[in-house]
């Protein structure tokens, strides 16, 4: 009995975690046009990163996430894109900026392939205005 009390217990703390909007390389476009403040994340290694990115990305490799507090000072309340190659370091880096108080969180529907697949530009310039 006491373990299907731990997993019923398990199972409603992840259902207690919602996953993050999915958001279109388009409509990102669309609401950086219209001059809305996004901050977009690119959770891959800087490796990956520098060969190309999103423009206007910030670099936060998923395994740095934890100790980004300061470049993400003030976003809290505000839209945060995350994307990586596959989804799946986006998804654990969102999750821990959930537990950070972040209620903002969107995820970039196809990750960087999605970003390619449609066309969009890239950029091997780092974000050095975020």
């Known amino acids: 009995m006491k373990k299907y009390a731990l997993l019923l217990s398990l199972l409603l703390t992840g259902a207690a975690c919602a996953a993050p909007k999915e958001t279109s390389p388009q409509e990102l476009v669309q609401r950086q046009a ?7 994340i690119d959770v891959r290694s800087p490796e990956e990163f520098a060969a190309g990115h ?3 990305a910030l670099n936060l490799p998923h395994d740095t996430i ?3 507090e300061p470049a993400l000072r003030g ?4 839209p945060v894109v995350i994307y990586c190659r596959s989804g799946r370091r986006a ?9 950070q108080g972040f209620t ?8 960087m ?5 449609q ?6 310039v780092p974000c050095t205005s975020c």
Request: proline share 7%; hydrophobic share 35%.
């Open 34 to 40: 219209a001059g809305e403040s996004v901050l977009v």
């Open 66 to 68: 934890t100790g980004s």
């Open 91 to 99: 998804s654990t880096a969102a999750g821990v900026l959930e537990k």
């Open 75 to 78: 976003w809290k309340q505000k």
């Open 119 to 124: 066309g969009r530009p890239i950029s091997t």
């Open 113 to 117: 392939p999605g970003w390619q697949a």
């Open 104 to 111: 903002k969180l969107e995820h970039l529907d196809g990750d």
């Open 54 to 56: 999103v423009p206007g």
